[in-house]
């Protein structure tokens, strides 16, 4: 048989700085467990936020942009009228104009109409076959194609009567 190794001397004591210190490294230990918890808690949360951000933007990039309000018909109306008015030939059909009428022939109105390619030519003389002779030169004069009378009238001028008459000239562009 062996002999063990019995000692029964005493030990020495723990110092007493060791308890507290146990203590203290025991709740920085538990305070540094619950901070990292909390730490990965929000990094999850922020995690999750992005994903909610990313797709957001994905839906967003995926969808057309909204496509430009179209303009009101009235004002699309009327800016395609204001561009067939600048349209018109003027030179060609006032020039036109000139070269048919006649010295006894006045020109009282002259009102375009581009949508239909015509224009209203009022004129005055002082009896009806100078003005249908008028509408006649008019009808064989490029840039007209046909000249049609609209309407009638007499005029009573300081006291004379003269012959009124309203054509209706069609246009037509020719190169």
Request: net charge positive; no cysteine.
């Amino acid at each position: 048989m062996n002999a063990a190794g019995i000692d029964f001397a005493r030990r020495p004591p723990l110092p007493a700085w060791f308890l507290p210190g146990m203590a203290l490294v025991m709740v920085l230990l538990a305070w540094g467990g619950y901070r990292y918890a909390s730490l990965q808690a929000d990094l999850a949360d922020v995690r999750t936020q992005a994903a909610t951000q990313r797709q957001s933007l994905a839906r967003l990039a995926a969808t057309p942009p909204p496509a430009a309000p179209a303009p009101a018909r009235e004002r699309v109306k009327s800016v395609n009228e204001a561009i067939a008015a600048l349209n018109v030939p003027w030179p060609a059909l006032l020039g036109a104009v000139e070269a048919a009428r006649p010295p006894d022939v006045a020109l009282t109105r002259v009102e375009p109409r581009p949508k239909d390619r015509m224009v209203l030519i009022t004129a005055q003389a002082d009896d009806m076959p100078t003005l249908i002779g008028f509408m006649e030169r008019l009808a064989r004069t490029a840039p007209f194609v046909r000249v049609l009378p609209v309407r009638q009238e007499i005029a009573l001028d300081a006291g004379m009567q003269r012959r009124q008459a309203t054509f209706e000239a069609r246009w037509e562009d020719r190169p």
